[in-house]
T-cell receptor, first 115, second 114 residues
Framework: EPEVTQTPSHQVTQMGQEVILRCVPISNHLYFYWYRQILGQKVEFLVSFYNNEISEKSEIFDDQFSVERPDGSNFTLKIRSTKLEDSAMYFC?????????????FGPGTRLTVT | AQKITQTQPGMFVQEKEAVTLDCTYDTSDPSYGLFWYKQPSSGEMIFLIYQGSYDQQNATEGRYSLNFQKARKSANLVISASQLGDSAMYFCAMRGEYGNKLVFGAGTILRVKS
């Protein structure tokens, strides 16, 4: 069964450093998403991406964040200058289309630890 | 804007018993979708079941069913015949008509006792 993959599974970085989290969505999906989950808290939407541009973003997704689809398979989330509060699990998700009942398939997540 | 409320931080259920996990929501969108996800201790998010706001019948998927009461704005998940492997965090989420994002509740930790 096709699945969303994410690398790395765990990333440790120092405050102020740039990180890039990588995702490979399911191949025939058109919509891509990033969510984050701070330890023990709810899952929060960051950004959605369609047709090579951001379709929606949350207030969390400020100028420190960017997304890119550099080729036909990868979808990346970049944090330019990490803060301690960026420590969280970051989930990539993808869906076939933008229909209301369209299930979002989540990847296994990347645990980001900022020290 | 959408809001999801899950008022049960944790629940216990005896193996083979049924359990209901509560979820209430709020939205001004005329149509919307409600989702339940399971998050085991390993951390991945597993889709369980979907209910559309205009679906005529309550959704069912195997041992999972959704008790959807639109007037009360509730979408409770019912797990029948609980198994030890059902022990996990369960998130209710919704999506409005005018966007793609999922809005999640705080989750309910379910523990199944043998």
């Amino acid at each position: 069964e096709p699945e969303v993959t994410q690398t790395p599974s765990h990333q440790v970085t120092q405050m102020g450093q740039e990180v890039i989290l990588r995702c490979v969505p399911i191949s025939n999906h058109l919509y891509f998403y990033w969510y984050r989950q701070i330890l023990g808290q709810k899952v929060e939407f960051l950004v959605s991406f369609y047709n090579n541009e951001i379709s929606e973003k949350s207030e969390i997704f400020d100028d420190q964040f960017s997304v890119e689809r550099p080729d036909g398979s990868n979808f990346t989330l970049k944090i330019r200058s990490t803060k301690l509060e960026d420590s969280a699990m970051y989930f990539c998700a993808s869906s076939v289309n933008g229909m209301l009942r369209d299930e979002q398939y989540f990847g296994p997540g990347t645990r980001l630890t900022v020290t | 804007a959408q809001k999801i409320t899950q008022t049960q931080p944790g629940m216990f259920v005896q193996e083979k018993e049924a359990v209901t996990l509560d979820c209430t929501y709020d939205t001004s969108d005329p149509s919307y979708g409600l989702f339940w996800y399971k998050q085991p201790s390993s951390g991945e998010m597993i889709f369980l079941i979907y209910q559309g706001s205009y679906d005529q019948q309550n959704a069912t998927e195997g041992r999972y069913s959704l008790n959807f009461q639109k007037a009360r704005k509730s979408a409770n998940l019912v797990i029948s015949a609980s198994q030890l492997g059902d022990s996990a965090m369960y998130f209710c989420a919704m999506r409005g008509e005018y966007g793609n994002k999922l809005v999640f509740g705080a989750g309910t930790i379910l523990r199944v006792k043998s």
